[in-house]
């Protein structure tokens, strides 16, 4: 069964400094990987997705993530926060089962961001 | 419409009332999805529609839970004799196939 584990619960880092939240998940084929944000009292945005191609996968506000099959990751990346990046980052590894996405989420890690 | 919707937002009953959860997906999504977030907690799998498919329903807690989805669109969530455990906030999500979960705001479940 999949499974996805994001080591970091709670994250601090001061605006306009760089950002990486860890991903590791656990699937037998070719995983298709999620990060969604959830702001306070609000539902969950999709960030990013990677399905297949480039390892590399570019999000919107400026998030990236980087596939590594060989560690099994999904990192989270921004070079510079923003105070509006404050918020609860889901990592989710999904299925493709007769056209429906079922997915796995992690934990999530909260992010603070230090004026 | 635009969004997936959720109602109602926010939902306080009393332990061992039935309560009902409503879902309306985007329009021309086949698959629909229920979880559920507890305070603190990631999220919780609890059922899936696709199409004309039967309901995956492995993630339900019990049998006080069930969903059921009309004419392949709106989606209703029961839970019977709730529990003070139950208090959750239930999140909606569809899509097509493939492309990733559009959620709905939730809704936010108080047992007292």
């Known amino acids: 069964a999949q499974s996805v584990t994001q080591p970091d619960i709670h994250i601090t880092v001061s605006e306009g400094a760089s950002l990486e939240l860890r991903c590791n998940y656990s699937y037998g084929a070719t995983p298709y990987l999620f990060w969604y944000v959830q702001s306070p009292g609000q539902g969950l945005q999709l960030l990013l997705k990677y399905f297949s191609g480039d390892t590399l996968v570019q999000g919107i506000k400026g998030f990236e993530a980087e596939f590594k099959r060989s560690q099994s990751s999904f990192n989270l990346r921004k070079p510079s926060v923003h105070w509006s990046d404050a918020a609860e980052y889901f990592c989710?590894?999904?299925?493709?089962?007769?056209?429906?996405?079922?997915?796995?989420f992690g934990q999530g890690t909260r992010l603070t961001i230090n004026p | 419409g635009a969004g997936v919707s959720q109602s109602p937002s926010n939902k306080v009953t009393e332990k061992g009332k039935d309560v009902e959860l409503r879902c309306d997906p985007i329009s021309g999504h086949t698959a629909l999805y229920w979880y559920r977030q507890s305070l603190g907690q990631g999220l919780e799998f609890l059922i899936y529609f696709q199409g004309n498919s039967a309901p995956d329903k492995s993630g339900l807690p019990s049998d006080r839970f069930s969903a059921e989805r009309t004419g392949g669109s709106v989606s209703t969530l029961t839970i019977q004799r709730t529990q003070q455990e139950d208090s959750a906030v239930y999140l909606c999500?569809?899509?097509?196939?493939?492309?990733?979960?559009?959620f709905g705001s939730g809704t936010r479940l108080t047992v007292v």
């Open positions: 989710a590894v999904g299925t493709l089962i007769q056209g429906a996405q079922k997915l796995v």
């Open positions: 999500a569809s899509s097509l196939a493939g492309v990733g979960y559009t």
